[in-house]
């Protein structure tokens, strides 16, 4: 267990002294520290696929900031890559795929990666990182979801309409089912292997949930999210975020994970209430309030706390990852303000 271990007890919804607090996409661009690293490893993919570099950039926040987790630094269009669709980023517009998947012969053809083989270097980076860490702070591990990464796969890249995937789940939906239970196994694999390897808490990230349909998202987004969960070891926290889901929060509580990540757009009041006492909830702070003034900052973590209200079951995190252009001070702003706050909501 690690010395500070207020992220697993706040995801098992144990009591804490006050709340935990961590970011998505805590390393990255908008850390100068992280910009010069990036500039050593070449591009985006290979510092990813660099171990050494890969934990040190995972350690740059916790040097700056009194954060309650480490995340590994990694992408989570690594699955897809090693199963052969050549992952490339192309300035301005993101990710893309050489060999997207199109047609039943494409979804036949893909392999399911050996983890420790095909995706050896993330194993490696989490080992690194956790021998670095030497407990100080837990180590979140990390998955796209099925439907994420069939949003990817199938569009080839980004999408602003997600044509071709949806056009693909409504003409042939057993060959859509066909690659997400390719990518069920992948994931599951994926971050069994990550938890051998040493992280402590595993995150689902659903980021396309949302674009879906209500009966849609519970066939080809959330079956498959609770198939992983039933797999990943119990005594290991897990976390299901799903962009734009706030609607579904009660099916995603049934759903075997221990704490529902929430976006900006989602009442932490209502969402508290809706859920009860069987989940714990992660967020869920709008990621532009960090171009606010300090001041302000300091209102709005206030005013997310205050919502959630006394009791254990809160990790205090932005509604999604962090934008590039944030000032590094602000974030210190934001991080200082849950420590200064927060205990007065965990007091008896």
Same mark, same amino acid.
């Given at each position: ?191 069994? #292997? ?97 171009? #606010? ?56």
């Amino acid at each position: 267990m690690p010395k500070n271990d207020l992220l697993i007890r706040s995801l098992l919804r144990q009591p804490v002294e006050r709340t935990p607090v961590w970011m998505m996409r805590q390393a990255g661009r908008y850390l100068p520290e992280y910009r010069k690293v990036r500039e050593q490893a070449g591009d985006f993919l290979s510092l990813c696929m660099n171990p050494e570099l890969a934990c040190e950039v995972t350690m740059q926040p916790l040097d700056r900031y009194r954060f309650d987790a480490a995340i590994l630094f990694s992408d989570i269009l690594t699955i897809p890559h090693a199963m052969g669709l050549g992952l490339h980023f192309v300035e301005g517009e993101g990710p893309k795929f050489h060999h997207p998947v199109r047609h039943s012969e494409d979804i036949k053809a893909l392999p399911v990666p050996d983890p420790e083989d095909d995706l050896g270097y993330v194993c490696d980076a989490v080992r690194l990182i956790h021998k670095t860490l030497d407990g100080r702070v837990p180590l979140i591990g990390f998955s796209g979801s099925p439907w994420t990464l069939a949003c990817y796969m199938v569009e080839g890249g980004s999408s602003r309409d997600f044509r071709k995937v949806k056009g693909l789940l409504y003409e042939q939906p057993q060959l859509m089912h066909e690659l997400l239970e390719k990518l069920t196994n992948a994931v599951s694999a994926y971050l069994n #292997a990550q938890i051998s390897a040493g992280v402590e808490v595993v995150m689902v990230f659903d980021t396309w949930g949302g674009v879906l349909s209500a009966e849609d998202y519970q066939h080809f987004s959330l079956n498959y999210t609770a198939r992983i969960a039933e797999k990943v070891p119990q005594e290991i926290p897990s976390v299901l975020f799903t962009k734009g889901g706030g609607q579904w929060l009660e099916a995603m509580a049934d759903s075997g994970f221990d704490g529902l990540g929430l976006d900006w757009t989602t009442s932490i009041t209502s969402a508290r209430h809706r859920v009860g006492d069987k989940v714990a909830l992660q967020g869920n702070m709008d990621p532009l309030t960090l171009y #606010a003034s300090p001041v302000v900052i300091e209102q709005r973590v206030e005013r997310v706390l205050r919502q959630f209200g006394h009791g254990s079951g809160h990790v205090f995190n932005l509604g999604h990852g962090i934008l590039p252009d944030i000032d590094p001070a602000h974030v210190e702003a934001m991080v200082e303000a849950v420590h200064k706050i927060s205990p007065q909501f965990h007091r008896e």
